[in-house]
Structures are given as structure tokens and as C-alpha cells.
Nanobody, 121 residues
Framework: QVQLVESGGGLVQAGGSLRLSCAAS????????MGWYRQAPGKQRELVAT???????NYADSVKGRFTVSRDNAKNTVYVQMNSLKPEDTAVYYC???????????????WGQGTQVTVSS
């Protein structure tokens, strides 16, 4: 089994910053894809930012230039630095990881429990 534990959410004023962390633990051989998604009330879950083990990144247009995703492969941890936060960034943020438990084996997708980010105007 694999667990993803998120931290760093909270309440911040518009224009402020937060840094979210997500650490994966358990039966892990490799993790290629790690990323962040968010879900606001009444809306579908959407991609925020993702990164691969080789360092490739992808961002939603709405966060480009404000958010930066990074990872520490040795710690199986992914981060997202969120600057210039806006009220529309308010959502529950979820971590996702594609984990390969065994060499040559299948890859499984895991989700964290979510962390609330609230941006006040």
C-alpha cells in the first residue's frame, strides 16, 4: 500500500503565498508522475500542476506564472509553491502520484486526502 500525506494548506489573504507538500510512503519502487489537482465547491476536480521524475512540468493556464511545482525524488515528495494567490484559487487541493511498487510491474494511481486552501479577498 501507498499513502500520500499532504500538508501546508490554510487561510491566506489575496496576494499571499502558501506552499503545499505531499509525501508518498509505503511500497514504492518508483514514482514517475506526481501532481496537484484542486476542487472548488460545485466544480469538477481540475489539474493544477504536475511533474515527472525527469523534471518535466505542466501547469493549468490559470496558475502559470504564479505557481511552481517541484519534487524531491529521494524523499518521494512533491511541492507546489503558490504565490499571488487569488480568491478563485480557493479549493481543496489533492496530491496525485503514479506509483510502481515493483520493478517492471504495473503502475497505480494514488490520491491524498486533500488539504483546504482558502484565499480571502
Amino acid at each position: 500500500q501507498v499513502q500520500l500525506v499532504e500538508s501546508g494548506g490554510g487561510l491566506v489573504q489575496a496576494g499571499g503565498s502558501l506552499r503545499l507538500s505531499c509525501a508518498a510512503s509505503g511500497n514504492i519502487f518508483s514514482i514517475n508522475f506526481m501532481g496537484w489537482y484542486r476542487q472548488a465547491p460545485g466544480k469538477q476536480r481540475e489539474l493544477v500542476a504536475t511533474t515527472t521524475s525527469s523534471g518535466s512540468t505542466n501547469y493549468a493556464d490559470s496558475v502559470k506564472g504564479r505557481f511552481t511545482v517541484s519534487r524531491d525524488n529521494a524523499k518521494n515528495t512533491v511541492y507546489v509553491q503558490m504565490n499571488s494567490l487569488k480568491p478563485e484559487d480557493t479549493a481543496v487541493y489533492y496530491c496525485n502520484a503514479h506509483v510502481q511498487p515493483l520493478p517492471g510491474g504495473p503502475v497505480f494511481s494514488y490520491w491524498g486526502q486533500g488539504t483546504q486552501v482558502t484565499v480571502s479577498s
